[in-house]
């Protein structure tokens, strides 16, 4: 049992790249979410679903989309990648109530 | 949107001593939860607590949803304790405070 992974560990892009980032979970839960995290900031919700086939927008959505076509995967996606952009990146599942996190993604845009 | 506020935002204590965090929310929310996320980034759950109490070894928490704050008690303080405790409320979306950095020297 997994729990929630997240992949890749770290990446640089430069500025106007493309990249998705991967969050899966092996828990069934129908809950997953996407934060970003910045330093001396809490987690700012980025897009969350709430179950296969739903996406909904959260707290700092703009330059993101979010794919769930499968229960267990949840996709972020970066069309054009901006230095605003540099953060550490937060995957979590849940089944309605406690949050499990993921490792995190450190993503640097030059 | 609900603001989130954690107080205080820095802690240094001494091993063995005891602490209380606080969290105070703007607004009525669904929920709440409290995290821990260690020195090395890994963020942990520690309570679902949207009213009431808990007690899970050396640490509980209290929810008054009637006056908008959450308490976080550690007792015994470990080193292993250090890192940033954050609360998170969810009303439509879920909002996080900025979090209270907790260091125990040893």
């Known amino acids: 049992n997994a729990g929630v992974t997240q992949t890749p560990k770290f990446r640089v892009l430069k500025t106007g790249q493309s990249m998705t980032l991967l969050c899966a979970q092996d828990?069934?839960?129908?809950?997953m979410y996407w934060y970003r995290q910045d330093p001396g900031m809490g987690l700012r919700l980025i897009h969350y679903?709430?179950?296969?086939?739903?996406?909904a927008k959260g707290e700092v959505p703009d330059g993101y989309n979010v794919s769930r076509l499968k229960k267990q995967n949840f996709l972020l996606g970066l069309e054009s990648a901006a230095p605003s952009q540099t953060s550490v990146y937060f995957c979590?599942?849940?089944?309605?109530?406690?949050?499990?996190f993921g490792p995190g993604t450190r993503l640097l845009v030059l | 949107g609900i603001q989130v506020e954690q107080s205080p935002p820095d802690l240094i204590l001494q091993e063995g001593a005891n602490s209380t965090l606080r969290c105070n929310f703007s607004?009525?929310?669904?929920?709440l939860q409290w995290f821990h996320q260690n020195p090395w980034g890994q963020l942990i759950n520690l309570f679902y607590?949207?009213?009431g109490t808990k007690q899970n070894g050396r640490l509980s928490a209290t929810t008054v949803a009637t006056e908008r704050y959450s308490l976080l008690y550690i007792s015994s303080s470990q080193t292993t304790d250090s890192g940033v405790y954050f609360c998170?409320?969810?009303?439509?979306?879920?909002?996080f405070g900025k979090g209270t950095r907790l260091h125990i020297l040893p």
């Open positions: 979590a599942s849940s089944p309605g109530n406690t949050q499990y």
């Open positions: 828990m069934n839960h129908e809950y």
């Open positions: 679903s709430v179950g296969e086939g739903t996406t």
């Open positions: 607004d009525s929310v669904n929920n």
């Open positions: 607590i949207p009213s």
């Open positions: 998170a409320v969810e009303d439509d979306k879920i909002i």
